[in-house]
């Protein structure tokens, strides 16, 4: 019975100290390997073969204080061994997180491991803290594209214990971007306010009357902006009863005609109502940019031009068109006195 239990008790002194051996041969701090509550690392370009920078994020689960942050980057990337290009920020990173306080420039950079340590400030159990590296001349991902490669983040005290570790997966494709295309087609619209415009009085020798007057109403997405036109047709006002017409006054020659009481003459004067902001600049055709109420432009059988707008886009321009007479008292007494104007435009694309 002695010598068996003398047997025994050997055996369990040499087990006892060959479970202090193993637990001196356990590197310190590993014992209180802890994985984070939540940790990933956000590449900024996943596509094969392409210099990133990149986001870390960790949320601390062990109380300690932390010292460094040691990132290590799948074996298939390439990382740059320079340290001091690895350079830090936390502006902007991912909403609910917090700057990682106190991180630094890489301390230290190697390969192969490529394994990365940043200087790092003591971190709060519960807060997910994040930090961006720089993607100039650190660190290039796979020549290929794969899944679940494995990378990691590690806080440690300055001395070197680990506080809290945890592996993460990251993968790489082909092409990470989207092209997107979209085609604006030209647009152009040109509405006339109406199509009948009367004298607002009947003619007088006495007075120079005009119409009510019709808008043009032009938008465009033309870089040019726009042009309209106007040609008569038959330059002047015509009474088929009396066989007589009213004509028009001066020529085109680009200075717009003024009309006297007791003399005939028929004129077509274009008002600037609107030149939308934003967009191109309008001008209404010195021919036809009568001054006053008693001027205007000449009448042709051909179009001439009215007025543009110039050096971009138009947003709803908007020209008014007045014709205006004048009559002498031998003027033939007629109630079917009319002419046609026909108005075109065109943006200038």
């Not at 014992?31 to 939540?38: E, I, K, R, S």
């Not at 890489?106 to 590296?133: E, I, K, Q």
């Not at 008569?232 to 006054?249: C, E, F, N, W």
């Amino acid at each position: 019975m002695l010598r068996g239990s003398g047997r025994s008790l050997n055996r369990i002194m040499v087990a006892a100290g060959l479970v202090g051996l193993a637990i001196q041969m356990i590197p310190a701090g590993a014992l209180a390997l802890v994985g984070f509550q939540a940790a990933y690392i956000r590449l900024d370009r996943m596509k094969i073969n392409t210099a990133t920078g990149g986001t870390v994020c960790a949320q601390p689960a062990s109380t300690a204080t932390e010292g460094k942050v040691v990132v290590t980057f799948p074996a298939s990337y390439t990382v740059n061994t320079t340290a001091a290009n690895w350079t830090v920020n936390t502006s902007p990173i991912p909403a609910g997180a917090t700057a990682w306080p106190s991180i630094a420039t890489a301390s230290s950079a190697t390969s192969p491991g490529n394994v990365v340590t940043f200087g790092s400030g003591d971190l709060t159990v519960g807060t997910l803290y994040c930090f961006n590296f720089s993607g100039t001349n650190t660190l290039t991902t796979a020549a290929s594209a794969a899944i679940s490669q494995q990378a990691s983040i590690v806080t440690q005290t300055s001395g070197g214990g680990v506080i809290d570790s945890t592996s993460v997966g990251l993968a790489n494709i082909t092409d990470d971007q989207i092209v997107v295309s979209a085609v604006v087609p030209p647009s152009f619209s040109f509405v006339l306010g109406g199509n009948t415009d009367s004298f607002t009085t009947n003619l007088d020798p006495n007075t120079v009357v005009s119409t009510t007057g019709k808008t043009v109403t032009i938008l465009t997405n033309a870089k040019g902006g726009w042009i309209a036109w106007a040609k008569d047709s038959q330059q002047g006002l015509r009474s088929a009863t009396a066989s007589y017409t009213i004509p028009t006054a001066g020529t085109v020659d680009g200075t717009p005609s003024t009309l006297s009481t007791g003399t005939e003459g028929y004129v077509l004067d274009a008002d600037l109502t609107t030149d939308a902001s934003g967009g191109c600049t309008l001008a209404i055709d010195p021919e036809y940019n009568g001054a006053g109420s008693s001027s205007g432009g000449t009448f042709s059988s051909n179009f001439q031009p009215i007025a543009a707008c110039t050096g971009g886009t138009a947003n709803s321009d908007v020209i008014t068109l007045v014709e205006r007479a004048a009559i002498a008292g031998v003027t033939p007494a007629a109630t079917d006195y009319t002419d046609t104007i026909t108005v075109v435009g065109a943006g200038n694309f």
